[in-house]
T-cell receptor, first 111, second 113 residues
């Protein structure tokens, strides 16, 4: 079993929809949680970064962490065609150095 | 606008040849990561460095892969000999500390025939 599981999609939504992207993980030691966005043929870029449980909002993006369920989510409100990309979740432990990535969810927002 | 740079951006080579990929991390970042990305496996960590010292290269096939940081502005990943299964996109990322975020380069697309 992988440390981080992510539904690969693909996910296709109409412009303006609310998008929900999710990851589950198995290691309760993970404390730092990140979402990266990767456009086609580009490197991943950091979108959101949270520590431990709770919510974090940045514009149209909201990241949620539920450590009791080992479940993290990224919500995109008022989705735009420019949001079309692959979204990867990542996490790491309080100690130790390795980042664990999900395989990514491909999102297409249709105008 | 500081960014991680990688060269070459694309590489096509024949099985058995040596491949060297280079990365220039963002100035001031003390951690450098090498990843490999494929459709099947996603992003896999190959190795990472802190202050130029290798911390973990357990994700790397030791018999053919090697990673070094000859100085703070250059990280290299070598494959010798290369095999078709090494075909992937190789990303370098750097960060100010290990637990904070990483900034990815544009990647090197490697095709081994």
């Amino acid at each position: 079993q992988k440390e981080v599981e992510q539904d690969p999609g693909p996910l296709s939504v109409p412009e303006g929809a609310i998008v929900s992207l999710n990851c589950t993980y198995s290691n309760s030691a993970f404390q730092y949680f990140m979402w990266y966005r990767q456009y086609s043929r580009k490197g991943p870029e950091l979108l959101m970064y949270t520590y431990s449980s709770g919510n974090k909002e940045d514009g149209r993006f909201t990241a949620q962490v539920d450590k009791s369920s080992k479940y993290i989510s990224l919500f995109i409100r008022d989705s735009q065609p420019s949001d079309s990309a692959t979204y990867l979740c990542a996490m790491t432990r309080t100690t130790g150095n390795q980042f664990y990535f999900g395989t990514g969810t491909s999102l297409t927002v249709i105008p | 606008d500081a960014r991680v740079t990688q060269t070459p951006r694309h590489k096509v080579t024949e099985m058995g040849q040596e491949v060297t990929m280079r990365c220039q991390p963002i100035l001031g970042h003390n951690t450098v990561f090498w990843y490999r990305q494929t459709m099947m496996q996603g992003l896999e960590l190959l190795a990472y460095f802190r202050n130029r010292a290798p911390l973990d290269d357990s994700g790397m096939p030791k018999d053919r892969f090697s990673a070094e940081m000859p100085d703070a502005t250059l990280a290299t990943l070598k494959i010798q000999p290369s095999e078709p299964r090494d075909s992937a996109v190789y990303f370098c990322a750097s960060g100010p500390t290990v637990r904070e975020t990483q900034y990815f380069g544009p990647g090197t697309r490697l095709l081994v025939l």
